[in-house]
């Protein structure tokens, strides 16, 4: 079985330009979601999709970022315009809920470096 | 609401050693717990879970956690570490009924020959 896919795995831009980054979950897997993990941090969450839908962007700095699902499956994530604090490795990830309970499977990330 | 609190940011250990990292949580409601590690560059790879059942739960690479209920702990247990251990070991809950993964900070793993 496949697993989470991101791309690209890492990009350099300059401050104040956008960027865009790409997830595509394990197929079937309904729920994908996007985290942002500072070095020296643990993930959080900014934004949780179910199927085409927005169950939670509460953490999304929605004056920057903005996140779709068009056709619930794949997703992209865009940063714009890029602030230097926004350098952090980019997390999707996707879960299917089963009779015994949740779990989500990551992606091996972007790692957003911004000058 | 849940949060997780890793006790140690970094654990420096001898290959062939024991090792503990430890993990509290606080939850207002019943919890699943899990363990996800991050090798260098890369995303994170779930070891164990617990949902219910047994309260001891095993996962890959020969790593085990004990569920305590009344210390709100779910400690991770290797009885003899590889270098290859070597990396982020990241603690985490999930409420029930909700999707949602609170993350600790993290706890460095430093395997030394």
């Known amino acids: 079985e496949a697993g989470v896919a991101q791309s690209p795995r890492y990009k350099i831009i300059e401050k104040r330009q956008s960027v865009a980054f790409w997830c595509n979950p394990i197929s079937g897997h309904a729920t994908l979601y996007w985290y942002q993990q500072i070095l020296g941090q643990g993930p959080k969450l900014l934004i949780q999709?179910?199927?085409?839908?927005?169950?939670?962007d509460s953490q999304l700095p929605k004056d920057r970022f903005s996140a779709e699902r068009l056709k619930g499956v794949d997703s992209t994530l865009k940063i714009q315009p890029a602030k230097l604090e926004d350098s952090a490795v980019y997390l999707c990830?996707?879960?299917?809920?089963?009779?015994?309970?949740?779990?989500?499977?990551f992606g091996p990330g972007t790692r957003l470096t911004v000058l | 609401a849940q949060s997780v609190t890793q006790l140690d940011s970094q654990v420096p250990v001898f290959e062939e050693a024991p090792v503990e990292l430890r993990c509290n949580y606080s939850?207002?409601?019943?919890?699943?717990l899990f363990w996800y590690v991050q090798y260098p560059n890369q995303g994170l790879q779930l070891l164990l879970k617990y949902l219910s059942g047994s309260t001891l739960v095993k996962g890959i690479n020969g790593f085990e956690a004990e569920f305590n209920k009344s210390q709100t702990s779910f400690h991770l247990r290797k009885p003899s570490v590889h270098i290859s251990d070597t990396a982020e070991y990241f603690c985490a809950v999930m409420g029930y009924n909700t999707d949602k993964l609170i993350f600790g900070t993290g706890t460095r793993l430093q395997v030394f020959p």
């Open positions: 999709f179910q199927n085409n839908g927005v169950v939670d």
């Open positions: 939850s207002s409601v019943s919890v699943y």
């Open positions: 990830a996707s879960s299917l809920r089963t009779s015994g309970g949740v779990t989500q499977y």
